[in-house]
């Protein structure tokens, strides 16, 4: 990831579906270096409503990528890794030792 990537995932509350969200996304974003390239603000907007209208979120988790250009918007708990990191826009991951699938 050479770009400056921003992404903000809006949950209400520590429900089931916020946690999944935040370890589906943490668990997909492990597998690229940590080099400082992003930036993830989880908005819980049960404590900050006004950013839940400034974003126009109408259903949570959702996950809002704002760099860069253009925004992307994914609703649910972000289990699917694979769609998540086509609609991202990530770079394809080598298949590892562990990765069974035969399908990408």
């Known amino acids: 990831m050479s770009e400056r990537w921003e992404l ?8 089931e579906a916020a946690r999944r969200a935040s370890a589906n996304l943490a668990r997909l974003l492990r597998e690229y270096p940590p080099d ?4 993830i603000d989880v908005i819980d907007i049960l ?11 109408r259903a949570a988790p959702t996950l809002v990528r704002r760099a860069p250009t253009p925004e992307v918007r994914l609703i649910g708990d972000l289990s699917n890794t694979a769609l998540v990191q086509s609609w991202l826009g990530l770079p394809d ?3 590892g030792p562990e990765d069974t699938s035969g399908s990408r």
């Open 8 to 15: 903000r995932l809006f949950v209400v509350g520590g429900n």
């Open 93 to 95: 991951r080598p298949a």
């Open 47 to 57: 404590e900050h409503p006004e950013a839940a209208f400034e974003y126009n979120i």
């Open 36 to 39: 400082g390239t992003y930036r």
